[in-house]
C-alpha cells in the first residue's frame, strides 16, 4: 500500500523559513526514481494548486513561489523536501506531498503551514 506522510509545517511569522519533509513508502525504489513528485497546496476556500515539481533531472515552480521554494528528492530514503523561505501570509494553507501520475495523483494526509503577518 502506497503511503505519502509529511511533516515539518507550523506556526511562523511572515518573512521565516520552514522545511517540509515526506516519506513515501510502498512503492518500489525502481518506480519511485523515475516518478515525478510534487507538492500542492490547499488555502481555505480555495483549490489545491501545485506549487512545486520533480523528476530526475528537473525542478518546476509556480509563479507565486519561484526564488523563495526549493524542492528536492532523496532517492535512497523515498524522501521529498520543500524548503520554503521568506514566507507571506498567502503562502497559508495545507501542503500536500503528491505522486504525479497520469493515472491519479497519490496525496498525502497533508501538514498545515500557518504564515502569521
Known amino acids: 500500500q502506497v503511503q505519502l506522510v509529511e511533516s515539518g509545517g507550523g506556526l511562523v511569522q511572515a518573512g521565516e523559513s520552514l522545511r517540509l519533509s515526506c516519506e513515501v513508502s510502498?512503492?518500489?525504489?525502481?518506480?519511485?526514481?523515475?516518478?515525478?513528485l510534487g507538492w500542492y497546496r490547499q488555502a481555505p476556500g480555495k483549490e489545491r494548486e501545485l506549487v512545486a515539481s520533480i523528476t530526475s533531472t528537473t525542478t518546476q515552480y509556480d509563479a507565486s513561489v519561484n526564488g523563495r521554494y526549493i524542492i528536492s528528492r532523496d532517492n535512497a530514503r523515498h524522501g521529498l523536501y520543500l524548503q520554503m523561505n521568506n514566507l507571506k501570509s498567502e503562502d497559508t494553507a495545507v501542503y500536500y506531498c503528491?505522486?504525479?501520475?497520469?493515472?491519479?495523483?497519490?496525496y498525502g494526509q497533508g501538514t498545515q503551514v500557518t504564515v502569521s503577518s
Open positions: 503528491t505522486i504525479l501520475s497520469s493515472r491519479g495523483n497519490v
Open positions: 510502498g512503492v518500489p525504489a525502481l518506480i519511485f526514481n523515475h516518478s515525478t
